[in-house]
């Protein structure tokens, strides 16, 4: 094991997975979780809550106490919603120090205000370089080590691939990039589209319209992430194209299950996380203000907001003028 402390925030689904990885990485790993019996759990090898039915490794220490999580952490991987990253950066800013690396889980777009997770911490924590890592990864693989790819991005590509080689094992590959904005917005936006694909699903509007809308549904978060200055190659990469057919495809995805609910008309409320639901409306939000085309995104805020029914909102999408492909 080498001596490089990585502290995990987020004794949920994705940070007990993420904290199991890099112990298998090598490195020196504590998990925080806010949560007493999430801590007691993970202290008896399990986490029954977010990760059912997965046996964890026994040297894994969690503990609530976030002083003592932080306490000379040469990295900390941030691994909570999008929704409460600025609150959780508040919490430890006065605890770590100024150069020691951020690493970005959450995948999505902060309500009311629009901002990308690394906008947030860059400025709750404008003296801690951010790194985000996104992609296809679904927790409970990642835990059980199958093969997985991620991307890791920061604004210095060196820096990327520094933590790509401290995170990587012979099942978890991670890339690098310096291409932050695009990986953000293709792991925000993938969540939007895997409720679309769940709704389609429940709904019974066949496998055809599917893939039309997963199609379509690309086309608009390639248009999104260009008006933010993203780089197209980004999108066709892990995160963007590789997270759409993970999570558009897949039941085990929570934004999935939390659409094909939705889609058969079933009770929504105390379901598992699904990031998606708050990033539609503002993702919606922000097509709009910079006057991008994105009609899906703008279906699925409106379904999920109530304003419309999904027939009516497919009939909309279905009658929109004729167009050129590439437009
Ligand atoms: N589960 C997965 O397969 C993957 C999840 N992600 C992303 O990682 C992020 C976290 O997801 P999961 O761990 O799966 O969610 P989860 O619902 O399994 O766990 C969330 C954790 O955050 C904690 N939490 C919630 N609010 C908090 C607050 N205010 N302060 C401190 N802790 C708080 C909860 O107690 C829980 O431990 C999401 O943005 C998700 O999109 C990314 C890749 C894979
Ligand atoms: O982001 C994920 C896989 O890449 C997990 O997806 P869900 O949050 O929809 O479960």
Redesign the pocket.
């Known amino acids: 094991m080498s001596d490089y402390r990585i502290t995990v925030l987020g004794g949920g689904a ?1 940070g007990t997975a993420l904290a199991l990885t890099m112990q298998r990485a090598g490195n020196a790993v504590r998990l925080w979780a806010r949560d007493a019996k999430t801590v007691a759990a993970i202290g008896k090898d399990e986490n029954p809550r977010y990760l059912p039915g997965i046996k964890l490794d026994p040297t894994l220490d969690a503990t609530s106490d976030l002083k003592a999580a932080l306490a000379d952490a040469d990295c900390v991987l941030v691994v909570t919603p999008a929704q409460v990253l600025a609150q959780v950066l508040d919490d430890i800013q006065p605890r770590v120090p100024e150069g020691v690396p951020l690493v970005l889980c959450a ?1 999505g777009i902060e309500s009311g205000t629009g901002r990308l997770p690394s906008q947030i911490a860059s400025s709750i924590l404008p003296q801690n370089p951010v790194a985000v890592l996104s ?5 409970a693989d990642v835990a059980r080590s199958l093969p997985t790819a991620v991307v890791i991005a920061a604004r210095a590509e060196a820096e990327a691939a520094a933590l790509a080689h401290r995170f990587s094992t012979e099942s978890f590959r991670c890339y690098s990039t310096d291409d932050l904005t695009g990986v953000e917005i293709g ?1 925000a936006l ?2 939007v589209f ?1 409720i679309a694909a769940g709704a389609v699903t429940g709904a019974g509007l066949g496998a055809s319209a599917q893939a039309a809308m997963v199609t379509r549904g690309f086309v608009e978060l390639r248009r999104i992430a260009a008006a933010f200055g993203a780089r197209p190659e980004t999108l066709m990469g892990l995160s963007g194209l590789g ?1 759409l057919l ?2 558009c495809s897949s039941v ?6 939390y659409g094909l609910a939705l889609g058969r008309g079933e009770e929504l409320s105390g379901r ?5 639901v708050a990033t539609a409306a503002i993702a919606a939000r922000i097509a709009t203000e910079r006057g991008v085309d994105a009609p899906i995104i703008t279906a699925v805020a409106q379904i999920l907001a109530g304003h419309v029914t999904i027939e009516e909102a497919v009939a909309a999408l279905m009658s929109r003028p004729l167009r050129q492909e590439s437009e």
Do not use: C, H, I, V
Not at 135 to 139: H, L, R, W
Not at 252 to 257: G, K, V
Not at 272 to 276: D, I, M, V
């Open positions: 994705w995948k992609g296809p990864s679904f927790a792991g993938k969540n895997a997270d993970l999570t085990q995805s929570r934004n999935f299950a598992p996380l699904a990031e998606g």
